[in-house]
């Protein structure tokens, strides 16, 4: 394994979402926060791709925004490994929305050569046109569409351009926040496939943001599942899909709509995300998790390694596990 | 197959004049729904699958208009009837569930009220008659604690909860369809699930017909029972579903469903359909995806192809019709 191209440990960001001073001070309320991003700890692999995947409110973006900067964390730190030009690696972001990430009143052109132009990566007004055209081709388009406005381009054609400005910069590290589920199916192949391609002919490294579980399989190497702020399972791709050990893994697998394999008559787990506000004792996913008792209530499970290079945590994947450690023939319990 | 279908839409076109000339924004739909079932309406956007819902409901957008075909409700001609008498068609005989939950329900008046206003506008009900229906389909629709729940604002409820209370205000009246346009593309997965298999009960107890627009083909396959394919305003290809997602039998079914991530065996590179759809100003001549279609021939750039039998169900494409009826 090579080295982590970003190693992040026990980061957590809190946001003060208490009512103005003069209200707490009348109406004798206490401060509040909003825990987005708990304690959460995990490495990206050199040239490989971890997938945050999550519901709406699990704190994915988040974490995004705190690798990349546009946040401060609360507590934690977070560390990139050195560069090809022995600096700390250079991370650049690519945005959910193609049709909000770009200035409108701007031409291709200056928002592609913004980048270079600011952080003087090039001397040259000519060098800037040859690099800017470059990056055009690498992403699939013409060097004269730097002439157009954002809305002469389709949303797909708009993602290509943002990945076109991520790349300005020579990064080695992308962070991309949902980059395609604002496009339709087929375009969203036509992107997945250029990020693919980048990343084997430039070596890059991605942290990968979606909730999408067939675009994360498709396209990660390690996948964290995160729940209400915290990672709950960790794990290589082909071993997360094989063998999903947290219950909320497996509430995540067996509620995507499948295609090839549909489940027409299947059960279906009752219960919604609790509200990040006020998330539940001990382990968060308590109140939803078919085999929660006393104790998920009220110990919050840590994250624990398992042989087959997995994280988890969850107090009966542990008991399971232990349980299945010492070979005793007598009571083993798997949970189906 | 001999009984009146729920839906019968005939050869609907829907057009939009504009200065240069009209856009034609649907054209040469045809489709049917029996009662009891559900057909899923998939396409990119763009493609005028939320268009077809709104024209059956009579809810275009002037200047946009029925141009042409026959919209039929029950054996009943719907699509010449004057404003007044579609109001009453809508909510009473066509239930309607739109995408975001949020804003399809008014944040100013509790559930109850809204619902009760509902069920009142189109059954003969007094207030307390009303108000306990409101309490059962809250209940119908799985919202636990019906009784306390009636009295919330839409805000009280979680997306999930609040899609279902959409849901019940579609079927106030006993609608006889319903027509659910991206129903559960503003929810998370594991409340994506619930909401599609509550359509299902419900379309199976209550003999309901369904047409499920959507654009996730996932949810068409666990939810649908016969899939309409769209492509810029026309139909390509419509069978039961399991034959469409097995068998597409037009190029652009089978490109749509080899796009697509597969959570089965992992694949180095995702089939693409290159280019995008056409403006509904510039559909070319001939077949509209021939620009982008693997299997071109020189038919596809001069013939629009129709409708034809083709497996278990109908695509329009020349490939699956032989040279048998040669245009003349």
């Keep these: 394994m090579t080295t982590p191209a970003l190693t992040v440990t026990h980061l957590s960001r809190l946001f003060n979402v208490s009512a103005p001073w003069l209200n707490r001070v009348i109406e004798r309320k206490p401060k509040a926060y909003l825990r987005a991003v708990d304690d959460i700890s995990f490495s990206v692999p050199s040239g490989g791709c971890l997938s945050l995947v999550g519901e709406s409110g699990c704190g994915k973006s988040t974490v995004a925004r705190l690798v990349t900067g546009l946040y401060a964390p609360t507590t934690g730190q977070m560390q990139f490994a050195l560069g090809k030009n022995g600096k700390p690696l250079a991370a650049q972001m690519i945005f959910q929305d193609p049709y909000a990430s770009l200035n409108p009143r701007w031409r291709v052109f200056d928002i592609i050569a913004e980048p270079l132009r600011e952080l003087k ?99 990660s190497d390690q996948i964290a599942v995160m729940y209400l702020g915290r990672i709950v399972e960790q794990a290589a791709t082909e071993v997360l899909f094989a063998s999903p050990k947290h219950p909320y893994t497996q509430l995540l697998l067996e509620t995507i709509p499948n295609v090839t394999d549909p489940k027409r008559d299947r059960e279906v787990q009752s219960g919604e995300v609790p509200s990040p506000m006020k998330p539940p004792s001990g382990c968060t996913f308590h109140p939803r998790c078919p085999q929660a008792d006393a104790r998920c209530a009220a110990e919050r499970p840590e994250m624990q390694a398992y042989n087959d290079g997995s994280r988890v945590a969850c107090h009966r994947v542990a008991e399971t596990m232990a349980a299945l450690a010492v070979p005793q023939v007598g009571e083993r319990r798997l949970s189906a | ?198 359509l299902r009960r419900l379309c199976k107890d209550n003999g309901t017909a369904v047409m499920l627009v959507t654009h996730d083909m996932g949810v068409i396959a666990e939810t649908a029972d016969r899939v309409a394919v769209m492509y810029a305003g026309r139909l390509v290809e419509i069978g039961p579903v399991a034959d469409v997602i097995d068998r597409p039998s037009h190029p652009y079914t089978r490109g749509l469903m080899g796009s697509i991530p597969t959570l089965g065996a992992r694949v180095p590179r995702l089939q693409q359909i290159d280019g995008a759809m056409p403006r509904l100003d510039a559909i070319p001549q001939g077949c509209a995806f021939n620009p982008r279609c693997p299997q071109v021939m020189p038919r596809c750039r001069l013939e629009r192809p129709h409708l034809q039998p083709s497996g278990a169900g109908q695509s329009a494409c020349w490939l699956n019709q032989p040279a048998q009826e040669s245009a003349a």
């Design chain 1, 121 to 219: 990566l090039r001397a040259s007004e000519a060098e800037i046109t040859d690099r800017v055209g470059e990056l055009l081709t690498i992403v699939g388009l013409a060097p004269r569409d730097g002439r157009k406005f954002p809305h002469e381009f389709s949303g797909g054609q708009r993602q290509r351009i943002s990945i076109a400005r991520a790349l300005a910069t020579e990064p080695e590290f992308l962070v991309c926040d949902e980059p395609t589920s604002a496009l339709d199916v087929s375009v969203q192949a036509q992107i997945l496939n250029l990020m693919r391609r980048l990343q084997d002919e430039i070596g890059l490294t991605y942290l990968f943001i979606s909730h999408d579980m067939s675009v994360v399989r498709h396209m």
């Design chain 2, 1 to 198: 197959m001999t009984k009146t279908p729920m839906l019968d839409v005939r050869a609907l076109r829907v057009e939009f004049p504009g200065r240069h000339g009209s856009v034609t924004a649907l054209a040469d739909i045809s489709l049917t729904i029996q009662p009891g079932e559900i057909l899923g309406v998939v396409g990119e956007s763009g493609a005028g699958k939320s268009m077809t819902g709104l024209a059956v409901q009579g809810l275009l957008e002037p200047p946009g208009h029925v141009a042409g075909g026959e919209v039929w409700l029950n054996g009943r001609r719907i699509d010449q009837l004057s404003d007044r008498e579609m109001e009453k068609v809508r909510g009473r005989e066509i239930g309607a569930i739109f995408q975001d939950p949020l804003t399809s329900l008014n944040p100013l008046f509790s559930v109850g009220k809204q619902l009760i206003e509902t069920i009142r506008l189109h059954l003969p009900m007094s207030r307390s008659e009303a108000r306990i229906r409101a309490i059962e389909l809250l209940a119908e629709v799985g919202i636990p604690g019906p009784e306390i729940r009636v009295d919330h604002f839409p805000h009280q409820f979680s997306g999930g909860m609040r899609q279902r209370v959409v849901i019940a205000l579609a079927l106030a009246a006993r609608p006889k369809l319903i027509i659910a346009d991206e129903p559960t593309t503003a929810l998370d997965v594991s409340i994506q699930a619930q909401i599609t298999s509550l």
